[in-house]
């Protein structure tokens, strides 16, 4: 028999496969698919989209924190003092940035779609013995598994 | 299982240490040139540069507290340039064009330099360490999320660093962060205003040491969201290489 489960890419996955090898079944029983995560090229110029995973950020962190400065200068004069005024020009300036950010990446890559938590980012094959099935099965949902399907062997 | 080949390795992704983790990973250089501009130093802390970093942040802080180029630049943008000629002291006011412009061309070097090796690190592809441990501590790599730690450096600048295994760096914010807040009287200011007395959160603040606020803050808040998430990826790469050295047998017999 056959057990395909599909995994993110965290510490429970290792467990995982600790605990199955655990009940009995060996190493090369164990198929491990790694996937390529989608969007993680490798151009040297066109990092804010592609490459380091904070196109969201980096907009709304610079215009938060010039508006924010401007914030706090323009506090010394303005009736609500600097905390509020930078508070404001903090929360206005990332909001700008980070709207700004999303409209060009919608723009610019709206073809690319964007990577989503729920994806499967890791599959597992695993072949035993009919009475094993529930055991492996019940251990891979233990251990966070997102999918387990079971396929009868030929 | 999988025995160290350091010195096999040529462009190797990371390092890990017991007090940080080093990346290799592409940022963008322009990203870095404006880190550098919002304060000196903070684009070489944002490339892991964190020596040469707190460097420049710490010469660029002491120049502007002596030259009180802060307090200029409030009365320069609220329109009172005679009283912004006054408060300038002009000992070493002029070093600070040198500081500034040295610490921006720097950072976007060595921006550029690091994406080059983060290219060639990716295509290596060598083996990475996921963790460490020693007498002064122990690392490993785990997943972390980026949101709390963006959560902890609002709390406390440098708690965010903390939580993605910068301890140096983290280090360093907390006393760069504490020192900064307390010379400028922020928190007081925090409790007048929140109380709705904004004339004594006024009064209260030292205009000179306040204006070091939003960069240090903003940026410890940016740069621990950024290392959570590249620590993320960094998990993600050395289990994809754990799985292909170990579970990928040629004596797996295929269902089909």
């Not at chain 1, 930078?86 to 700004?100: K, M, N, P, Q, T």
């Not at chain 1, 919608?106 to 055991?135: G, T, Y």
């Not at chain 2, 295994?165 to 007081?188: D, R």
């Not at chain 2, 950024?226 to 050395?238: G, R, S, T």
């Given at each position: 028999m056959y057990l395909i489960a599909s995994f993110h890419y965290c510490l429970h996955t290792e467990i995982a496969i600790a605990?199955?090898?655990?009940?009995?079944?060996?190493?090369?029983?164990?198929?491990?698919?790694p996937l390529e995560i989608r969007g993680e090229n490798r151009n040297i110029f066109d990092t804010i989209h592609h490459a380091d995973g904070v196109s969201m950020f980096d907009g709304g962190a610079i215009l938060g924190t010039a508006s924010m400065v401007l914030g706090v200068i323009y506090g010394?004069?303005?009736?609500?003092?600097p905390i509020i005024c930078g508070l404001a020009g903090l929360v206005g300036g990332f909001l700008i940035g980070f709207l700004l950010d999303l409209f060009f990446t919608r723009f610019k890559h709206s073809k690319q779609r964007r990577?989503?938590?729920k994806d499967a980012e890791l599959f597992l094959m695993i072949q035993c013995e009919p009475q094993q099935v529930d055991q492996v099965k019940k251990t891979l949902w233990d251990h966070l598994a997102l999918g387990v399907a079971v396929l009868p062997e030929n | 299982m999988q025995q160290s080949q350091a010195s096999v390795i040529r462009r190797p992704k990371s390092a890990i240490s017991t007090y940080s983790v080093a990346i290799f990973h592409l940022r963008n250089p322009f990203v870095t040139v404006w880190w550098s501009l919002a304060y000196p130093g903070f684009g070489h802390l944002r490339l892991g540069s964190?020596?040469?970093g707190v460097f420049f942040f710490v010469g660029e802080l002491l120049i502007n507290l002596h030259a009180k180029l802060n307090l200029a630049i409030i009365y320069s943008f609220t329109g009172?340039?005679?009283?912004?000629?006054?408060?300038?002291?002009?000992d070493l006011l002029l070093l600070y064009c040198g500081i500034l412009t040295f610490a921006v061309w720097d950072s976007y070097r060595v921006a550029l330099e690091t994406n080059k090796f983060s290219?060639?690190?990716?295509?290596?592809?060598?083996?990475?360490?996921?963790?460490?441990?020693?007498?002064a501590g122990l690392n490993s790599l785990d997943k972390r999320n980026p949101w709390l730690a963006v959560a902890w450096s609002i709390l406390i600048p440098g708690a965010g660093q903390l939580y993605c295994l910068a301890l140096v760096e983290a280090f360093f914010m907390m006393i760069g962060g504490i020192s900064i807040m307390y010379f400028s009287h922020f928190l007081p200011a925090v409790h007048y205003t929140f109380l709705g007395?904004?004339?004594?959160?006024?009064?209260?603040?030292d205009w000179q040491w306040l204006l070091n606020i939003?960069?240090?803050?903003?940026?410890?808040?940016?740069?621990?969201?950024?290392?959570?998430?590249?620590?993320?990826?960094?998990?993600?790469?050395?289990q994809a290489q754990f799985m292909r050295n170990n579970y990928q047998s040629t004596t797996f017999k295929m269902p089909i």
């Amino acid at each position: 028999m056959y057990l395909i489960a599909s995994f993110h890419y965290c510490l429970h996955t290792e467990i995982a496969i600790a605990k199955v090898e655990e009940l009995g079944i060996k190493k090369e029983q164990i198929l491990g698919v790694p996937l390529e995560i989608r969007g993680e090229n490798r151009n040297i110029f066109d990092t804010i989209h592609h490459a380091d995973g904070v196109s969201m950020f980096d907009g709304g962190a610079i215009l938060g924190t010039a508006s924010m400065v401007l914030g706090v200068i323009y506090g010394f004069v303005l009736p609500w003092g600097p905390i509020i005024c930078g508070l404001a020009g903090l929360v206005g300036g990332f909001l700008i940035g980070f709207l700004l950010d999303l409209f060009f990446t919608r723009f610019k890559h709206s073809k690319q779609r964007r990577r989503d938590d729920k994806d499967a980012e890791l599959f597992l094959m695993i072949q035993c013995e009919p009475q094993q099935v529930d055991q492996v099965k019940k251990t891979l949902w233990d251990h966070l598994a997102l999918g387990v399907a079971v396929l009868p062997e030929n | 299982m999988q025995q160290s080949q350091a010195s096999v390795i040529r462009r190797p992704k990371s390092a890990i240490s017991t007090y940080s983790v080093a990346i290799f990973h592409l940022r963008n250089p322009f990203v870095t040139v404006w880190w550098s501009l919002a304060y000196p130093g903070f684009g070489h802390l944002r490339l892991g540069s964190t020596i040469k970093g707190v460097f420049f942040f710490v010469g660029e802080l002491l120049i502007n507290l002596h030259a009180k180029l802060n307090l200029a630049i409030i009365y320069s943008f609220t329109g009172n340039f005679a009283m912004a000629k006054q408060v300038l002291r002009l000992d070493l006011l002029l070093l600070y064009c040198g500081i500034l412009t040295f610490a921006v061309w720097d950072s976007y070097r060595v921006a550029l330099e690091t994406n080059k090796f983060s290219v060639l690190a990716d295509h290596e592809n060598g083996p990475i360490d996921p963790m460490i441990m020693g007498s002064a501590g122990l690392n490993s790599l785990d997943k972390r999320n980026p949101w709390l730690a963006v959560a902890w450096s609002i709390l406390i600048p440098g708690a965010g660093q903390l939580y993605c295994l910068a301890l140096v760096e983290a280090f360093f914010m907390m006393i760069g962060g504490i020192s900064i807040m307390y010379f400028s009287h922020f928190l007081p200011a925090v409790h007048y205003t929140f109380l709705g007395q904004f004339a004594q959160a006024k009064a209260v603040v030292d205009w000179q040491w306040l204006l070091n606020i939003p960069s240090f803050y903003c940026f410890s808040i940016y740069d621990a969201y950024v290392k959570a998430v590249e620590l993320n990826k960094l998990f993600d790469q050395e289990q994809a290489q754990f799985m292909r050295n170990n579970y990928q047998s040629t004596t797996f017999k295929m269902p089909i």
